[in-house]
């Protein structure tokens, strides 16, 4: 009985001297999808890291950036509080994303974390700017950014002509200002989130 069960699940006779070939063969081939499926993932994880750093203006205050940033982060026990802090919570608000990225300005792409939650498209620096306010002074503050999803028109996702792998985002409001996010870790889940955040709002 045990070995007529094996026959049927197996397909083939368990005394054949094929049967470990066979068996073999079909392992190696279920270890090399999974090993294809692997090396996509880090594939797209390096290159987003890649075009991540190559915005920034050097690697060595990229790096700064990021340490700061991290340091933060676990300061404030995670990316929902850092979130909280900034723009605080709207009634039944739930955080869904949070994003390393970088806003395009006319000075030049700015990094800091693109938050996506129920109500709310949100960025801010993850360093300070400098500004020289009207008396003079130069004054140090995070550049944010917060749109209701309610604002928001639509959002285009794009990529360089001569560069397919560098995607870019465009928030477009209802009032006709466009907003530029680039240098995603991961591009695609960041646009969806976005897209089922807007369409659930």
């Given at each position: ?96 994303k949070a994003s390393q990225c970088y806003l ?98």
């Amino acid at each position: 009985m045990k070995n007529k069960l094996a026959e049927q699940i197996i397909g083939i006779n368990p005394s054949s001297s094929t049967t470990s070939l066979a068996l073999t063969h079909g392992k190696a081939d279920r270890k090399k999808n999974i090993m294809n499926r692997h090396e996509k993932k880090v594939n797209s994880f390096v290159h987003g890291i890649r075009e991540h750093v190559r915005l920034g203006p050097k690697i060595s205050e990229t790096v700064k950036g990021k340490l700061s940033l991290g340091a933060r982060i676990l300061q404030l026990g995670g990316v929902k509080k850092v979130f909280k802090q900034l723009f605080g919570f709207g009634e039944g608000e739930r955080l869904l994303k949070a994003s390393q990225c970088y806003l395009s300005t006319t000075a030049g792409p700015i990094a800091g974390l693109l938050f996506i939650s129920t109500q709310r498209v949100s960025f801010c620096s993850e360093r300070s700017i400098k500004f020289s306010s009207p008396n003079g002074e130069l004054v140090r503050f995070h550049y944010k950014v917060s749109i209701p999803l309610r604002k928001v028109k639509r959002v285009d996702p794009s990529e360089n002509m001569k560069d397919p792998s560098q995607k870019y985002m465009e928030i477009v409001t209802v009032d006709n200002f466009d907003f530029w996010f680039m240098g995603f870790l991961n591009y695609q889940k960041s646009f969806n989130c976005l897209q089922q955040a807007l369409s659930q709002s």
